[in-house]
């Protein structure tokens, strides 16, 4: 048997389980993140791997709270990850079976780029341009 709310109860009764996000206090949070982020460029010479995982991790870090009360993450149940776990697994045999023809093939230089030069000297009228014969010719 299933219980109708009552409409006479009071809000608190029948609103939502979870508490309403203050959106205004994540809009701040991301936007200093940004600042963050921006901040880490703007330091003078500093490792690039150390960068890198400095403007990843926060990166990763306003991704979550995106996630997290924007598509209201934070306050659903274990269901969500029935639905991740194997959208991940696909996503990334989707990646690993494009790996061999487009990631690692589409960037390999086949010819040596010192020919290139010098068959562009050769012919004045540019790549894959063939002078057409004279008359007399």
Same mark, same amino acid.
């Given at each position: 048997?299933? /219980? #109708?709310?009552?409409?006479?109860? !009071?809000p608190?009764?029948? !609103?939502?389980? /979870?508490?309403? &996000?203050? +959106?205004?206090?994540?809009? *701040?949070?991301?936007?200093a993140?940004? %600042?963050?982020?921006? *901040?880490?460029?703007? %330091?003078?010479?500093?490792?690039?791997?150390?960068l890198? #995982?400095?403007?990843?991790?926060?990166? @990763? !870090?306003? #991704? +979550?709270?995106?996630? #997290?009360?924007?598509? /209201? %993450?934070?306050? =659903?149940? &274990?269901?969500?990850? @029935?639905?991740l776990?194997?959208?991940?697994?696909? *996503?990334? $045999?989707?990646? %690993?079976?494009?790996?061999?023809? @487009? $990631? @690692? /093939? +589409? +960037?390999?230089?086949? !010819?040596?780029?010192?020919?290139?030069?010098?068959?562009l000297?050769?012919?004045?009228?540019?790549?894959?341009?063939?002078?057409?014969?004279?008359? *007399? =010719?």
């Open positions: 048997m299933t /219980h #109708a709310p009552n409409p006479a109860a !009071a608190s009764e029948t !609103a939502d389980a /979870h508490p309403h &996000a203050n +959106y205004l206090a994540v809009f *701040g949070a991301l936007c993140l940004t %600042l963050v982020s921006v *901040g880490f460029d703007l %330091l003078p010479n500093p490792p690039k791997l150390v890198a #995982a400095l403007v990843f991790g926060v990166a @990763i !870090a306003k #991704a +979550y709270c995106v996630m #997290a009360w924007f598509m /209201h %993450l934070k306050f =659903e149940g &274990a269901w969500k990850y @029935i639905v776990v194997p959208t991940s697994l696909l *996503g990334l $045999g989707l990646v %690993l079976a494009l790996l061999p023809d @487009i $990631g @690692i /093939h +589409y +960037y390999t230089v086949e !010819a040596d780029p010192t020919d290139a030069v010098a068959s000297a050769e012919n004045e009228d540019g790549p894959g341009m063939r002078a057409e014969p004279e008359a *007399g =010719e």
